[in-house]
């Protein structure tokens, strides 16, 4: 049995004989997560958790994180980085953290993290290959199973400084290649277990947040007397009460926290798509969230929405267009604003820079 020290000098020569660079975070001037959630959680704010799998995303994550000077963690599902290509995204990463300096940012505090990592290999792959954080997501695993794997991980992941985000519960919705129906609440009687057996940086729960622009279906929600608009289940604070009672001060993570704003929406359905009763976590929740020991909020599907909303609308008004930079530009600006939204008035993590 090959040691981890041995298996690296192994891997460092594939690389090599591939002609592909093993590379450290820390050589793309990446940050880990772990001083900025120490902060966040003291502070009473949480962290953006953008995903990205394209240059104007990108682009509009660094603009709205650094013109705000806010940490920020730059997300990359499985499905990102097979569509974005995994070499070409370590020096988009690196690019980020030039533009965030060219933007104002001596010391920018940029996290490349992999998002529901799904295999030791793939976590393994992106240690490798200069990510500074790995989720692996074992929630779907017997719970024997899911401490087993999360504990090789990190067992591999802390030897080169990055960290390590594991899944406790069920989040209904589409993740990556899982879906699940139904979600199933954290146990808050198995925390203390799973984190000290793992060696986990952070916990990602599940307290009624869920995947995509469709979390809720119309009949677990009421209905707004005045708008007819849908208006879903409150998240369990019980459960993240719980969570927190028996991991005083740990990190917390909150996945499926996009809230779908109505406008984006509305935008999309008026200039020709169909998105029937979509619905998000309204803000004010993940506003008192961001309060507690929650201090990595996950957005994704409010970029795709504001970044469609953006691009119907160029096309419905300009039926000629055939330019990408004069929808992909609006569509920037939209997710740069919504970003922006998101930092000050739900995290709060502006002006929160070491
Ligand atoms: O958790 C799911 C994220 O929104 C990533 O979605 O797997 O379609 O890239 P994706
Ligand atoms: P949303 O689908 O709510 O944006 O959640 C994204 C997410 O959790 C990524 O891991
Ligand atoms: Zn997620």
């Given at each position: 049995m090959l040691n981890l020290q041995s298996q690296r000098f192994l891997d460092r020569l594939f690389f090599k004989y591939n002609k592909i660079m093993a590379v450290s975070y820390k050589d793309l001037g990446l940050v880990n997560t772990r001083e900025m959630f120490k902060r966040a959680i003291n502070g009473g704010y949480a962290i953006p958790a953008f995903n990205f799998n394209n240059m104007e995303q990108l682009q509009a994550i660094i603009k709205a994180s650094s013109e705000l000077k806010s940490p920020v963690i730059l997300q990359v599902s499985k499905g990102a980085r097979n569509y974005a290509n995994q070499t070409l995204l370590r020096y988009m990463a690196q690019g980020a953290v030039e533009y965030a300096k060219e933007l104002g940012c001596a010391r920018p505090e940029i996290v490349l993290h992999l998002d529901h990592g799904d295999s030791f290999e793939i976590c393994k792959s992106c240690v490798d290959f200069g990510f500074s954080s790995v989720m692996i997501d074992g929630s779907a695993l017997p719970y024997e199973e899911n401490i087993a794997l999360t504990k090789k991980v990190v067992d591999y992941a802390h030897q080169f400084d990055v960290s390590v985000e594991g899944e406790l519960g069920v989040l209904a919705g589409v993740e990556d290649d899982v879906v699940a129906e139904v979600?199933?609440?954290?146990?808050?009687?198995?925390?203390?277990?799973?984190?000290?057996?793992?060696?986990?940086?952070?916990?990602?729960?599940s307290i009624g947040t869920s995947h995509g622009a469709y979390k809720f279906k119309p009949e677990q929600c009421t209905r707004d007397p005045k708008t007819g608009k849908l208006v879903p289940p409150p998240l369990a604070f019980d459960v993240l009460d719980a969570v927190m009672d028996k991991l005083p001060g740990f990190p917390i993570v909150l996945h499926g926290s996009s809230s779908v704003p109505q406008e984006y929406v509305d935008m999309i359905n008026?200039?020709?798509?169909?998105?029937?009763?979509?619905v998000g976590i309204p803000e004010e929740q993940l506003r008192k969230a961001s309060k507690s020991?929650?201090?990595?909020?996950?957005?994704?599907s409010d970029s795709r929405l504001a970044f469609t909303a953006a691009v119907r609308k160029v096309f419905a008004d300009k039926p000629g267009e055939f330019d990408p930079r004069k929808f992909c530009g609006p569509a920037r600006d939209e997710m740069e604003k919504m970003y922006k939204h998101k930092i000050v008035d739900v995290l709060a993590s502006d002006n929160k820079l070491a």
């Open positions: 979600s199933h609440y954290t146990k808050p009687e198995e925390v203390i277990d799973f984190a000290t057996r793992t060696g986990v940086d952070s916990l990602a729960i008026e200039n020709g798509g169909k998105l029937p009763d979509a020991a929650v201090c990595k909020i996950n957005i994704d």
